[in-house]
């Protein structure tokens, strides 16, 4: 028998348990990086030390740097390098394992997904925005079954900072996730049906876990490509990356800035 609703007036201890973490100063949070390009600037900024007794099961690549920015513990980490090949570990699987583990290791108050993506001039997206998704979803998990079709789109609102988007006047735009950097005629089409202005490879992964954790997760994205333009996405990617990064990783500082002495109530 289910117990009886609470009083007129008062909420549930599970109600009231949320509040008092929204209403507490935000002490941790972690960054979930996919390329350790796009994060050392920061390590640098933050001046934080890699974990070399890692908190993390043994054998796994996942990176980790840690250290105290303006009365903030400040975690940056990262999937690290493929073990066979040597090269990033980006892609959703990655971003899903790294946010799971980083969740269970670290109890953060908030994560923060930052890092590089694609994004349409149509919607007039430019290199060097940095944009903070309001939504999130998937483009390339395609199951036309009833109800699994929503599942796999799984579509995901983002930790709402109106605050913190009017002070730093912030783009927003929505976030489509898959796991290619090209985009084939079926990616597109499911990319207008989520209406996405930017298109990365982790943001609906890590969002899936961070609402399966109760852990609130915004994201930073910067643009690289612009998909719909006239170069190739890979080309343009590469051209970018180091400019687009330094863009991204000032806009991230000033988010932390603003984050600094306040509770996620106040975002």
Same mark, same amino acid.
């Not at 117990?3 to 509040?19: D, Y």
């Not at 899903?96 to 997904?113: F, H």
């Not at 079709?149 to 783009?171: C, Q």
């Not at 930073?220 to 590469?238: H, M, N, Q, S």
């Given at each position: 028998?289910?117990?009886?609703p609470?009083?007129?007036g008062?909420k549930?201890?599970?109600?009231?348990?949320?509040?008092?973490?929204?209403n507490?100063?935000?002490?941790?949070?972690?960054?979930?990086?996919?390329?350790?390009?796009e994060?050392l600037p920061?390590?640098?900024?933050?001046?934080?030390?890699e974990?070399l007794?890692?908190?993390?099961p043994?054998?796994?690549?996942?990176?980790?740097?840690?250290?105290?920015?303006?009365?903030l513990?400040?975690?940056?980490?990262?999937?690290?390098k493929?073990?066979?090949?040597?090269?990033?570990?980006?892609g959703?699987?990655s971003a #899903?394992l790294v946010t799971?583990? &980083? +969740?269970? !290791?670290?109890k953060p108050?908030?994560?923060?997904?930052? /890092?590089?993506a694609?994004?349409?001039?149509?919607?007039?997206?430019?290199?060097?925005?940095?944009f903070?998704?309001?939504?999130?979803a998937?483009?390339?998990r395609?199951?036309?079954?009833?109800?699994?079709?929503?599942?796999g789109?799984?579509?995901?609102?983002a930790?709402?900072?109106?605050?913190?988007?009017k002070?730093?006047?912030?783009k927003?735009?929505?976030?489509?996730?898959?796991d290619?950097l090209?985009? #084939?005629?079926?990616?597109?089409a &499911? +990319?207008? !049906?989520?209406?996405a202005t930017?298109k990365?490879?982790? /943001?609906a992964?890590?969002a899936?876990?961070?609402?399966?954790?109760?852990v609130p997760?915004?994201?930073l994205?910067?643009?690289?490509?612009?998909?719909?333009?006239?170069?190739?996405?890979?080309?343009?990617?590469l051209?970018?990356?180091?400019a687009?990064?330094a863009a991204?990783d000032q806009?991230?500082?000033l988010?932390v800035?603003?984050?600094?002495g306040?509770?996620?109530?106040?975002?």
């Amino acid at each position: 028998m289910a117990p009886p609703p609470p009083p007129l007036g008062e909420k549930s201890s599970e109600v009231k348990e949320s509040a008092a973490v929204d209403n507490r100063p935000i002490s941790t949070i972690v960054f979930i990086i996919a390329m350790q390009t796009e994060a050392l600037p920061l390590v640098n900024k933050f001046q934080l030390t890699e974990d070399l007794d890692s908190v993390f099961p043994k054998g796994v690549p996942w990176v980790r740097f840690y250290g105290n920015y303006k009365g903030l513990a400040i975690n940056i980490v990262c999937p690290g390098k493929d073990p066979a090949l040597g090269v990033d570990g980006v892609g959703t699987v990655s971003a #899903s394992l790294v946010t799971y583990a &980083s +969740i269970q !290791a670290l109890k953060p108050d908030l994560i923060i997904n930052a /890092g590089t993506a694609g994004a349409f001039g149509a919607k007039g997206a430019s290199i060097g925005d940095v944009f903070l998704a309001s939504e999130v979803a998937f483009h390339d998990r395609r199951i036309p079954i009833p109800v699994f079709d929503i599942y796999g789109v799984g579509s995901r609102k983002a930790f709402a900072t109106p605050n913190l988007l009017k002070e730093l006047n912030l783009k927003v735009g929505k976030l489509s996730t898959g796991d290619s950097l090209d985009m #084939s005629p079926m990616d597109e089409a &499911s +990319i207008v !049906a989520n209406d996405a202005t930017v298109k990365d490879m982790e /943001g609906a992964a890590v969002a899936y876990v961070a609402d399966l954790l109760k852990v609130p997760v915004i994201f930073l994205k910067a643009v690289t490509d612009i998909v719909d333009g006239d170069k190739p996405t890979a080309e343009e990617f590469l051209q970018n990356l180091a400019a687009v990064t330094a863009a991204l990783d000032q806009t991230a500082t000033l988010v932390v800035d603003c984050i600094s002495g306040k509770c996620l109530s106040e975002l």
